[in-house]
């Protein structure tokens, strides 16, 4: 039988049902949260600092008691067990290694305590799969910050969790760096096919590596999905303006239609009527967020065609532009007042236009989504450093 078609109990999913935390000052922390983890899965809990992500966590790991719910791995209640006895593991973003010991002592120290007394070769594997094999005899204050981060990642995997737990393991690394571990870490993950559950405020690093997210925002899951589909169809102003950039215009439903044999909504947006297709409008009727990415804006000099046919308009101007190699980055006030982004990538068509330039813009229906008009236009774009 497939893993795919498996049962949860078979498979042992990692299930939380309606788990809840409040503490005793009356603050809930994690509202009521549902979550399927499916057994081998890369999964990241995304959020800003403060959403519940690490509380969610901890609840997983045992070192934080739920209020309300229940924590499950495949038929297995774990949600009041010991930590020590849960098939879990967690790296944590300060690794914790002990100094006095070596690599590979320290590697070895969870299978020691358990009575293993030959681990030699389990840890030889281990290093070898995190690439540190040369690196067994040093101290880990010998050892960059990566190859800490690495170690930690060996010594809880050779353990053999059911599921790993990963609280911002990569958040104390310089960005380069942090860049290359984020695709270490998938692969690992891919090899040993264990579940992997990360907890992240950083947008790139989730969409980099995870199969499946959970945006937090205030203790509850706005949307949970794959990265793309979490990118170009987001549910709330949160998970849009949170998860990448977006324009978010004002606009009024007008009624449906259909556009090339699809259905649509219909927009009266700043007086031009835009498309949306139906799958993409979370609203059906009164007002509305017109949502665009700003990758998807083309923009040209006024009275230049565009390849973009459906949503177009006139009137606008350059009133910043910022090179950043592989793409300019344009903000265009539009001809009703408001200011949007857009991204150009830099093919060598054309020169970077100035501030000043009068440009026309557009987009293809098939990339506009639409939100509800009573969230807030500005939730989730606040960095998460800032909150």
């Known amino acids: 039988m497939s893993q795919a078609s498996e049962p949860s109990q078979v498979r042992r999913d990692l299930r939380l049902t309606e788990v809840e935390k409040t503490y005793a000052n009356g603050f809930t922390a994690v509202h009521p949260l549902d ?30 008691m739920p209020t309300a719910g229940r924590i499950e791995i495949g038929d297995a209640d774990i949600t009041y067990e010991k930590p020590y006895r849960r098939p ?57 910050g990566g190859q800490q981060q690495r170690v930690a990642l060996a010594r809880a995997l050779i353990n053999q969790p059911e599921v790993l737990l990963l609280d911002e393991p990569l958040g104390a690394l310089d960005l380069k760096l942090r860049r290359s571990m984020q695709l270490e870490l998938k692969g690992i993950q891919t090899e040993v096919g264990l579940t992997f559950v990360h907890v992240t405020h950083d947008q790139e690093e989730a969409m980099t590596m995870a199969d499946t997210i959970a945006v937090m925002n205030a203790g509850r899951v706005e949307q949970m999905g794959s990265p793309a589909e979490l990118y170009d169809n987001p549910k709330t102003t949160f998970v849009a303006n949170f998860l990448g950039q977006s324009n978010l215009i004002e606009g009024t439903v007008v009624g449906k239609d259909t556009l090339a044999g699809k259905p649509v909504v219909k927009v009266d947006m700043q007086g031009t009527v835009v498309s949306i297709p139906e799958d993409r409008a979370h609203v059906s009727s009164g007002a509305g967020w017109v949502g665009i990415r700003p990758e ?43 200011t949007i982004s857009a991204f150009e990538q830099n093919t060598g068509i054309r020169g970077v236009m100035p501030p000043g330039t009068r440009v026309d813009f557009s987009w293809r229906p098939e990339f506009a989504f639409l939100l509800d ?14 909150e």
Request: aromatic residues 6%.
């Open 373 to 386: 008009a009573s969230q807030d236009v500005t939730a989730g774009t606040v960095a998460p450093e800032e």
């Open 88 to 144: 879990v593991n967690t790296v944590f973003q300060n690794y914790a290694l002990f100094p006095h010991l070596s690599i590979a002592e320290n590697v070895a120290f969870g299978l020691r305590r358990r009575g293993v007394k030959d681990p030699a070769k389990q840890v030889a594997d281990m290093l070898d799969l995190v690439e540190l094999g040369s690196q067994r005899d040093k101290r880990p204050a010998q050892l960059s």
């Open 296 to 338: 998807k804006v083309l923009v040209a000099p006024a009275g230049e065609q565009i390849d973009a046919p459906g949503n177009h308009f006139t009137g606008g101007i350059v009133v910043d532009a910022s090179f950043i190699g592989v793409s300019t980055q344009y903000v265009i006030e539009t001809a009703w007042g408001q």
């Open 35 to 64: 979550l399927v983890v499916p057994r081998g899965s890369f999964f990241a809990l995304l959020g800003p600092s403060g959403c519940g992500k690490t509380t969610t966590l901890r609840m997983i790991a045992g070192l934080d």
